[in-house]
């Protein structure tokens, strides 16, 4: 089963607007990560929270962790049509060495 | 050049028959793992590896060999392909044992007929 589940499934905002993404885990982590992957290609990294850690920003993204909740959030500020891409979230598990992804948000921003 | 890379980038198989899907990363990387994606499913971990001659079992792994005989690469064999394993298969790395950060190969879209 899926570690990570992503909400909403899909998220369609206009350029300029916020993007929020969700993202719920079953098991204790390490430490959280984000991905995103644009249509046919593999994914790539954008930011990483430990599992001390409640929240962390890189530019445009602003990525929350509430381990009690067992829940994170990524905003992504002032979005760009380029911002169009799946959003993944992916634990490390303290059991395993390997990443679980969930399902993923799709985000389209229309120009 | 630099990076990871799969091969082939798409292929199409009959049923029953064997296919390697190869993963290759210049990085000396010391993990690597293999995932499948499909729709509606995300993507799901089939076999990852801490470091050469060391694999071990991801959530799908059923249907499935791999092998590290050496660091660099981590080939993924399907030994009797079926129609349910038609997917996209993602290879990546990873440095340390705490993974801070996976590197994603461009993916194989592998079709069984």
């Known amino acids: 089963s899926q570690q990570g589940e992503e909400d909403p499934q899909a998220l369609s905002i206009q350029e300029g607007e916020n993007a929020t993404m969700n993202c719920s885990y079953k098991?204790?982590?390490?430490?959280l990560q984000w991905y995103r992957q644009n249509s046919g290609r593999g994914l790539v990294h954008l930011i990483l929270i430990r599992s001390n850690e409640r929240e962390k920003h890189s530019g445009r993204l602003r990525v929350t962790l509430d381990t009690s909740k067992k829940s994170s959030s990524l905003l992504i500020t002032a979005s760009r049509a380029a911002d169009t891409a799946s959003y993944f979230c992916?634990?490390?598990?303290?059991?395993?060495?390997?990443?679980?992804f969930g399902s993923g948000t799709r985000l389209q921003v229309q120009p | 050049d630099a990076g990871i890379t799969q091969s082939p980038r798409y292929k199409i198989t009959e049923t029953g028959r064997q296919v390697t899907l190869m993963c290759h990363q210049t990085w000396s990387h010391s993990y690597m793992f293999w995932y499948r994606q499909d729709l509606g499913h995300g993507l799901r971990l089939i076999y990852y590896s801490a470091a050469a001659d060391i694999t071990d079992k991801g959530e799908v792994p059923d249907g499935y060999v791999v092998s590290r005989s050496k660091t660099e690469n981590f080939p993924l064999t399907l030994e009797s392909a079926t129609r349910s394993q038609t997917s996209v298969y993602f290879c990546?790395?990873?440095?340390?044992?705490?993974?801070?950060?996976?590197?994603f190969g461009q993916g194989t879209r592998l079709t069984v007929v």
């Open positions: 992916a634990t490390e598990n303290t059991g395993r060495r390997a990443l679980t």
């Open positions: 098991t204790s982590i390490n430490n």
């Open positions: 990546a790395s990873s440095e340390s044992s705490v993974i801070t950060e996976a590197f």
